[in-house]
């Protein structure tokens, strides 16, 4: 059995190849519809399931997060009951939101931390209370008992990889500056994709301005990719870094209202429909698409299996600073473009060719072969 270290930021990831990733996801508080899942050992009884949900601005949590993790739930354990909470991205709100799931008893918490490191008292609180914690998509701190993610920095590397890419194909990739404008700085994923991308980038471009941006915000980003323009010259710009897709909007709206080149290279993350929409009408480059459903898959048979009193494995361990290894189940990303949208988002059923090929994005759509 071989065994791949990788170092996560912070975050050491250990993955032995060769054991099989359990899981299989997602509606909301009520009774869900079926799912795919055998039901698991020690789950007809049913308990309390919390669902934490660290905001909804970006479209995966509602549109996609929840439904498949309550899907599955439902389908692992008829019996179980999911109880849901949305923080707004505000972490003394999810803080209120665990204290009232743990007096509600609920047995296990799926949690997507607003702030993973402010959240470590709650998931402390939850440990002494019995409950168990999965962390969902982020790390959080504290003594959580299973995770399920993406290999983050992974993610960054591609970004960095795609954009360095992009600059080459227009010459040299110092001939001018970038902009970068990573994401929230109390998301630890946000500081794997920036450790990625820099891995990347470093040595090979010119980073002109560089912004770490609160909340994810597109509003702060566009005013931040504004600032750049303004400052390194509009004309001079010669590619942007965004950590995802809902920042790359607001970027996009700068960069058209600057004067920035159309074409210059811009990244993105999560395949947010606006996102591949921008791709296919080449003002934005590439996006990350991370496929949900096998993540929210993994995080509902980890909290059953965690409810039912059954031990957990996962593809590896991560260290979250807590002091124990945490089993973890890591799923790879992939780079949409252009060329592979058919291939990928369509294919998985992630977005449909009729919500893509609006009538602004239609002869797009037809000259890449969508419609």
């Not at 204290?99 to 002494?128: C, F, Y």
Request: net charge neutral; glycine share 12%.
């Amino acid at each position: 059995m071989k065994t791949v270290r990788w170092v996560v930021g912070p975050v050491a990831l250990v993955v032995v190849l060769g054991m099989t990733a359990c899981g299989t996801a997602g509606q909301s508080g009520a009774p869900a519809t079926q799912g795919t899942g055998t039901a698991a050992p020690g789950a007809t009884d049913g308990f309390k399931i919390g669902l934490l949900l660290p905001e909804s601005k970006t479209a995966r949590y509602e549109k996609f997060d929840r439904p498949y993790i309550t899907e599955e739930i439902t389908a692992l354990c008829p019996t179980c009951e999911v109880v849901y909470n949305n923080a707004n991205q505000d972490p003394n709100q999810q803080q209120q939101q665990v204290d009232s799931m743990l007096t509600n008893n609920v047995k296990v918490l799926i949690l997507d931390a607003v702030d993973a490191k402010a959240i470590a008292s709650s998931v402390a609180k939850a440990k002494n209370q019995g409950a168990k914690v999965v962390a969902y998509d982020r790390l959080a701190s504290g003594p959580v008992d299973a995770y399920t993610s993406f290999d983050n920095v992974q993610v960054g590397k591609m970004q960095g990889e795609a954009l360095l890419n992009a600059l080459k194909a227009g010459g040299d990739p110092k001939r001018g500056p970038i902009v970068m404008i990573n994401g929230s700085p109390t998301d630890p994923n946000a500081g794997d994709f920036k450790k990625g991308a820099h891995s990347v980038l470093d040595g090979q471009v010119t980073i002109g301005k560089e912004y770490d941006t609160p909340d994810w915000s597109p509003d702060q980003a566009n005013t931040q990719a504004t600032g750049a323009f303004t400052s390194l010259g509009a004309d001079k710009v010669i590619g942007i870094y965004s950590a995802n897709d809902g920042m790359a909007g607001g970027i996009a709206r700068a960069m058209q209202n600057a004067g920035v080149a159309k074409g210059t290279p811009l990244t993105g993350q999560d395949a947010e429909l606006a996102g591949i929409q921008r791709i296919l009408l080449g003002t934005q480059t590439m996006t990350i698409y991370k496929p949900i459903r096998p993540e929210a898959k993994n995080a509902a048979k980890l909290a059953v299996d965690l409810g039912s009193g059954k031990a957990v494995q996962g593809t590896g361990t991560v260290d979250n600073g807590s002091g124990s290894p945490v089993p973890a189940m890591i799923i790879q990303p992939i780079v949409v473009t252009k060329d592979n949208i058919k291939d990928t988002v369509v294919k998985d059923g992630f977005w449909k060719v009729e919500e893509i090929c609006t009538a602004d994005v239609q002869a797009a759509c037809q000259a890449a072969g969508l419609s």
